[in-house]
């Protein structure tokens, strides 16, 4: 009669079962020996010069359009400057702090509350674009009015030097063609006219010389005409000039607003991304077995 010793006896195929299960180990984290395969990548930054470049370009650029239009608007309304200052730059931040917010909250925004920003947003562009308008055309004007003050000048001197010279040519006249004829006093007024001739050309060399340097000012600006006109007179410029000023404002201010939209498109499909790049990772099991081997959920749930 074989009896069995405790130590030999056979175990039964299904108390393989504890000795499986006594070997998981159910953490919480993975140990640092995990090998590098099945460690978790550390968690990707979003890209934030996609949002912050743009962000940082858009306030640039918002706040010098608000610093021109509040100059040209004060400009046009010159009796009430500190209102417009304050006005302008109220209206300014809320345009810009609106058009981030319905961004952000358009599925969630009502059709006519959204209707209504967007008309706003739109007016206020408007608003400061015409300030800008304002501000560069009167910087335009300022610059005629010295180049025809100065003109005037010049004209005023030429005047004189034709009523000089014809005042010379008939004291010459009537002293006839001896010098030693002619009496003590044409002779004078003959040498006090020569003497203010000299004077006004000593005084129409600056005024000269400063119309050469605004002309060379205005200089581009004639090009542009000559460019887009086929001609440069005083008429075609001030329509270069509008033209020019009208260029600028359609890509200053909407440009803001743009970027401003833009940074926070980038902004959320960084934090999308970011998501979307750590899910995966999360859900990984964290079982492992005694060898730190991480045990397939499959097999686990069979288990």
């Known amino acids: 009669m074989n009896i069995l010793r405790p130590k030999d006896k056979v175990q039964e195929p299904h108390s393989k079962e504890p000795e499986l299960l006594s070997n998981i180990n159910t953490v919480p984290n993975i140990p640092p020996d995990i090998p590098e395969v099945f460690k978790s ?3 990707k930054l979003p890209m934030k010069a996609n949002y912050i470049i743009p962000f940082i370009t858009a306030i640039i650029l918002s706040s010098i359009a608000a610093y021109y239009s509040i100059i040209g608007l ?3 309304f010159p009796g009430a400057f500190w209102p417009i200052v304050i006005m302008g730059g109220a209206l300014e931040v809320a345009k810009l702090v609106t058009a981030s917010w319905v961004y952000n909250n358009w599925k969630e925004t009502a059709f006519l509350m959204k209707t209504y920003f967007l008309v706003a947003i739109v007016l206020l ?3 400061t674009s015409m300030g800008i308008f304002g501000f560069l055309s009167k910087a335009h004007i300022d610059t005629n009015i010295m180049i025809g003050s100065n003109q005037v000048k ?3 001197l030429d005047q004189r030097e034709y009523l000089l010279n014809n005042k010379l ?3 010459l006249k009537k ?3 001896d010098p030693e004829k002619i009496s003590r006093k044409t002779n004078a007024l003959v040498l006090s006219t020569q003497k203010e001739l000299e004077v006004l050309i000593t005084e129409r060399l600056p005024l000269l010389s400063e119309e050469n340097k605004l002309s060379a000012e205005i200089g581009p600006i004639k090009y542009v005409a000559e460019l887009v006109y086929g001609y440069s007179d005083k008429d075609i410029i001030d329509k270069a000039v509008r033209l020019v000023i009208l260029i ?4 200053f201010d909407p440009l803001a607003v743009l970027l401003l939209v833009a940074s926070n498109m980038s902004y959320r499909q960084a934090k999308n991304r970011e998501e979307l790049d ?4 999360n859900d990984v099991p964290s079982t492992l077995d005694k060898n730190n081997k991480l045990i397939p959920k499959s097999s686990i749930m069979r288990m």
Do not use: K, N, R, S
């Open 175 to 177: 002293a006839g063609d």
């Open 169 to 171: 040519q008939y004291l």
């Open 125 to 127: 562009m408007l608003i």
């Open 154 to 156: 010049i004209q005023m």
């Open 278 to 281: 750590i899910l995966p990772f």
């Open 248 to 251: 600028i404002i359609f890509v």
């Open 41 to 43: 990548p550390p968690e």
């Open 74 to 76: 004060a400009q046009i």
